[in-house]
Structure formats: C-alpha cells, structure tokens
C-alpha cells in the first residue's frame, strides 16, 4: 500500500500490448486490496491516442466457476455520467463497502459465475480521463472508444477471447449497449474480420433506448399509481412537449435538457416528496459509502488508478452531451435483437424509466418480432422458494422482464432475483420452469 504521501500514478496498459508484454500487463494490473481476498485486475486503456482518452476499468473472474468457461460481461451505468463503479460497488459487484469505509464481500454477487468488466465511460467519467476539451458529446464517439476498448481488453487477457460475450447496463447505457452491439456485428460482418469477440448478447436494466419518444410517456405512470392529479400530468406533458421540442426543432440542447431534468427530477422531487425517484417504495435516497472510499490515497494506489477528487456521478457530462441526448436508438437495437438475443428488464417501481415508458417504445419498435410480441401473454416467473418474482414475454431473441418490488436497479433491489434472472438468460433457460 502507497502511504498517503505518495500520489497515485495510472498504469497504462495499452503500452505493455504495444511492446507484446501480456504477462507483465497482468501481473502489473492485478488488485490487492487490505480487507478482501479476491482476485481482480484493474487500469487504464488508451482508446484514442490523440486526445490521450483513457477508460478505466476494474475486471473480476469468476470465482465459483472456471474463469475461462463462464460467460464474459461488459457492464455500463448510464446517467450519461454515471460510473460504472455503482455497478460493482451497489448493483452486481462483488464488493460493499460500510459506513465506517471498511470493504466487504457482498452476500449475493454475479461474479460467484461471471467474469464481470466495470468500465467508467465515458472519459471523464470517475476515474476515466482525456485532455482537457476532449469530451465525448455524441454517442458516436462513445462507441468507437468502447470498441477499441474491448478490442484491446481481449488482447491483454487473451485467455478469455473464448469467453461468452455479454454487453449490459443500466438506463441510459441502454444507449451505449445498443450501439456497441451493433457495432461489433457490423465489424464481425467485414470480410477477413479478426477481431475475436464471441458476441452472444446485451441485457439491460430500465432501458432509455429513446429519450424523445419516451419522455412524452413519462407522466403516465405517475398519473396511473395515483401520485399526481390529472391536472398536473397534462401540465408535465406540455412541460415535457415544450422542452423536447425546444431540443429537436429550434437547437437550444443545454437549454431543453436542463428544463427537462428540472421537469422530471427536480419539481416532481417536491411534488412527490421522495428525496430519489428510483423506486416508489423508498422515498429516502440509497446511502452510499463507496465514492468516499475511492477517494482514499492508498485505494487509488492500489486500483492503479490516477490521483483525483472521485465522483460516481460527473454532473458535466449531460451538458457535454445534450445535443446527442434526446437522440434514441432503434436501428442500433433492431441490429442487435436480430443477431443477438437480448434481455430487457424493468422494475415494476421504476419512477426514472417505467414500465409504460418502456412498453411505449416496444409498441412502436419495428423488429421482426414485434407483431408477436405485441400479441404475446406473459409467463409468470416464480423463484427457486416459488414466489412470484415477475413477469415475462419471450419472442424469438427478446426476452422481456418486469421485476415485482425492484425499482430503477433491479439488481439493488432485488439481488437474488436478479441473479436468478441473469442465470436464466444466460444459460438458455426457460422462465416458465
């Protein structure tokens, strides 16, 4: 361990692949941690030279299980400007960390029979960093930094270029998922392709595939849950209209998302009285202890990681980005539902991205599916104890899951069930058993 003194440096590892030293990339990489035996490996990937971007990551094998024989997962929070260490440290990681910023091994984690990369994307977003000016503002951009990412990631860990390939998130990494699929099937596609990526498919949790089309449903659930009057859900809808239109048709960006997040997150924050909108059953917000314990010298020296103020959310990248913002992605998805098979979940308490405002999209999302899945009944999904844990629609590569007692993170919510779920997608199973 660095003492405080000592400044952390980041370890690049796109160096080691130039110069073909892949054993020492992985000894260097490799994570120990006072409080926890565990193997893990962490750093930086170099995606755009240039503009000197750098993705950090922080990558478990599986620990319950063969590493090389158990599917590999590529997880993503959204926000945009959410790191993803919310995944590892709240949702599916393997790790919790107290109130008194001492680490603990979280009692249900997928990385019992996962390999699981958590990647802060994108630059600037926690440990993740580029010249300064050089943000990501467009989903473009984004995606291509992602590819050279995973591109790399399987070269400097080759043993796991075999693996089963997954990408997933949550919320507004739906976008990011989306897109890096069908960027992947695209490239796969090319004649004499050897990039190696055994692409097998994407799951995500409260997907906000499409922002412009989905905020127009927004007020719907609050309307029908009974938190808000009629009145007040035909005045958040001309709120909303105005602002997206503002976006789409006069190109005032900052101007329209900042009156959106004000619509939606800061007026029905007093509105409702609820201190976070994740889920209707909690009004207070999740108390989290991670963000503090990044911030200790001696972590940042041992996750080789750069010396810096850590956040776990960057406020400045919907600013960055609110051009691309409302912008929705059905072409990337429609790609990615025909060559891959897809998971979708929501929680049946999600007041961020609900049920209907996903449901919305589906019904108008044109697949080869669709007409099926429009007429399709829901399987009751019961758990291993049989208690109801949701409900689902399965339609050729799609699988559709609403989750009963989970909010916007399921995986927080509901952590067995989410295992249980995931464990079910990926291995093929039936939800009707």
């Known amino acids: 361990m660095a003492s405080q003194s000592e400044p952390s440096e980041p370890l690049l590892l796109s160096s080691f692949l130039k110069s073909g ?34 993705l950090f990551f922080w990558f478990f094998p599986a620990t319950k299980v063969e590493p090389t024989e158990a599917p590999l997962l590529l997880y993503l929070n959204g926000g945009p ?40 994307n994108p630059v600037f977003v926690g440990f993740s960093y580029a010249k300064p000016g050089h943000e990501s503002k467009n989903l473009h951009a984004i995606t291509d930094n992602l590819y050279s990412f995973v591109t790399q990631f399987l070269q400097i860990y080759p043993k796991f270029k075999d693996c089963d390939f997954y990408v997933g998130g949550v919320s507004y990494a739906g ?18 392709s050897d990039i190696g990526i055994n692409m097998r498919g994407i799951f995500v949790f409260s997907g906000f595939f499409d922002p412009f089309q989905m905020f127009h449903n927004y007020p719907q659930y609050l309307l029908t849950m009974g938190l808000i009057s009629e009145k007040k859900a035909r005045n958040l809808s001309e709120k909303l209209a105005y602002a997206l239109d503002k976006h789409r048709l006069l190109g005032k960006y900052e101007e329209a998302v900042m009156d959106l997040m004000d619509s939606v997150f800061t007026q029905m924050h007093k509105t409702l009285g609820f201190d976070s909108l994740d889920n209707i059953l909690i009004t207070k917000k999740y108390e989290w202890h991670f963000e503090k314990y990044l911030n200790k010298p001696e972590v940042q020296h041992a996750i080789h990681a750069r010396a810096c103020q850590y956040t776990f959310q960057e406020e400045n990248m919907l600013v960055h980005m609110a051009e691309d913002f409302i912008k929705g992605v059905p072409t990337e998805l429609k790609i990615a539902l025909e060559s891959y098979k897809v998971l979708m979940v929501s929680g049946q308490m999600d007041m961020v991205v609900s049920v209907p405002m996903v449901e919305s999209f589906l019904h108008d999302f044109r697949w080869s599916g669709m007409s099926r899945y429009l007429s399709a009944d829901k399987i009751m999904w019961k758990d291993k104890d049989g208690e109801v844990a949701g409900y689902v629609t399965e339609v050729k590569n799609l699988t559709r899951v609403v989750m009963r007692k989970a909010g916007h993170r399921p995986a927080l919510d509901q952590p067995e069930w989410t295992l249980e779920m995931m464990t079910k997608f990926l291995s093929d199973q039936s939800f009707a058993h």
């Open 21 to 54: 030293k892949l054993k020492e990339a992985e000894k260097e990489s490799r994570v120990k941690l006072h409080g926890v035996d565990l193997d893990s490996y962490s750093g930086y990937i170099t995606v755009d030279k240039e503009q000197d971007k750098n």
């Open 81 to 120: 400007g959410n790191s993803s260490f919310i995944g590892l440290f709240v949702e599916v990681g393997p790790l919790r960390v107290d109130k008194d910023l001492k680490l603990h091994r979280a009692e249900v984690a997928w990385t019992d029979n996962f390999n699981i990369i958590f990647v802060d």
């Open 175 to 192: 976008k990011y998922v989306a897109s890096l699929a069908s960027k992947i099937h695209s490239e796969m596609e090319e004649e004499e």
